[in-house]
């Protein structure tokens, strides 16, 4: 949304469908020892939910070579429980903090430089 002429706001709405990934078998070169003898397979089945992600952001125009940018999001864990969570998989509800800036050198060249903190909520479900 062009708010005015030097800012632009963004907002992002997107549902992933993770329950569709209801198992993954991992096959080894090498055989490894397992309960009831060897084997070279692994067999995950994670039980996730599916989920969304909200984002908001904007840009500003600060003069005509420079813009900057920052947004915020919520990203839902598809982990519904702590005894649904894996070792090898492990998740939670993450925030990103994203910032950024654009520079324009001339008509064909253009500096982009962007830094994204995801911050991965305490993962001990109650």
Same mark, same amino acid.
């Given at each position: ?11 992002? #709405? %997107? ?11 991992? #096959? ?13 397979? %692994? ?7 599916? %989920? ?70 305490? %993962?001990?479900?109650?």
């Amino acid at each position: 949304y062009r708010a005015t002429d030097k800012t632009n706001l963004f907002g992002d #709405v %997107t549902w992933t469908r993770h329950s569709r990934f209801n198992k993954a078998e991992l #096959v080894f070169e090498n055989t490894k020892n397992v309960v009831n003898g060897k084997s070279n397979r %692994t067999v995950i089945t994670p039980n996730w939910r599916n %989920t969304y992600k909200v984002a908001f952001g904007g840009s500003y125009q600060v003069t005509e070579p420079l813009q900057l940018r920052a947004g915020i999001a919520f990203d839902k864990s598809p982990v519904k429980s702590a005894e649904d969570r894996m070792n090898s998989l492990p998740d939670g509800n993450r925030i990103w903090f994203s910032v950024g800036a654009k520079y324009q050198l001339g008509k064909n060249h253009v500096i982009d430089a962007a830094y994204s903190h995801i911050h991965i909520n305490d %993962t001990v479900y109650r």
